[in-house]
């Protein structure tokens, strides 16, 4: 038996009555913590913001960039963005029809997120995708083709395009885009994972996008940089066309 210290009170009894406490604490504290990022909660046929008083008493996490970029509290940077689509049904749970250009207006898998209008940094604070024509000290592997000169090609076989510079990656030591000059005399990157080099023919051909859409993907700020909000707009585009560059890719095969 525990010895009794007053009454019906043993150190048994105050063990565990401590440990109920520790535990509505510890409750109290995870609720708190999980609350600290992406909150409060939208409604989604509503977009109202869910109350949070009952557990949002914690102080709102905070992200220190790198390179002197400040401060970042994802529960105040929200997305502030007015969707060009309606529910395919007034319910929760609906998927979402577009109602404009589903790859400019950021739909379904052509979404993106509202990134820094700064460049990706490396270690040293430079920008860290740039032309090649920029690093003199890195080029194309001689056992490599150059795709530089090669027509661009769409989903759908037709002309878009010449490739005219290599984007690359200098930490990674990797091609990130294909900038490629169309008929206009606009000039658009092409992510190097979503095209196929074809050396003997002297061409690159995405499976995305057709060469016609190849007008309205965005485009860069400056010659020789990318911002990652940049980087996210041309990516979602030309993934989004996987679903929405044709009709047909929006039916099922059966």
């Given at each position: 038996m525990s010895p009794v210290i007053f009454g019906n009170v043993d150190i048994a009894m105050l063990?565990?009555?401590a440990f109920f406490l520790f535990f509505i604490g510890l409750v109290v504290y995870l609720n708190r913590e999980s609350r600290r990022e992406g909150y409060p909660l939208e409604d989604e046929m509503t977009g109202r913001l869910h109350s949070t008083k009952v557990w949002d008493l914690g102080r709102p996490k905070e992200f220190r960039l790198p390179h002197g970029h400040g401060v970042v509290n994802p529960k105040t940077a929200r997305d502030d963005r007015n969707l060009k689509a309606t529910k395919a049904w007034g319910s929760y749970g609906s998927p979402y029809v577009p109602t404009g250009n589903p790859l400019v207006d950021g739909i379904g898998p052509a979404a993106y997120a509202q990134r820094a209008k700064?460049?990706?940094l490396d270690f040293e604070g430079h920008?860290?995708?740039v032309p090649l024509r920029t690093v003199e000290e890195l080029?194309?592997?001689t056992r490599d083709s150059d795709p530089r000169g090669y027509t661009m090609y769409g989903s759908d076989g037709l002309a878009a395009g010449v490739v005219t510079e290599i984007w690359i990656d200098k930490s990674d030591r990797l091609i990130r885009y294909l900038e490629t000059e169309l008929p206009n005399g606009r000039h658009v990157l092409v992510p190097m994972t979503m095209v196929l080099v074809k050396p003997r023919k002297a061409a690159v051909q995405t499976d995305s996008i057709s060469a016609a859409q190849f007008a309205d993907v965005p485009v860069t700020g400056s010659p020789t940089m990318v911002t990652l909000d940049e980087?996210?707009?041309i990516?979602?585009?030309f993934g989004g066309g996987y679903l929405y560059s044709s009709p047909s890719r929006q039916e099922p095969l059966l």
């Open positions: 063990s565990l009555y700064r460049p990706d920008p860290r995708i080029s194309v592997d980087e996210e707009r990516v979602a585009y």
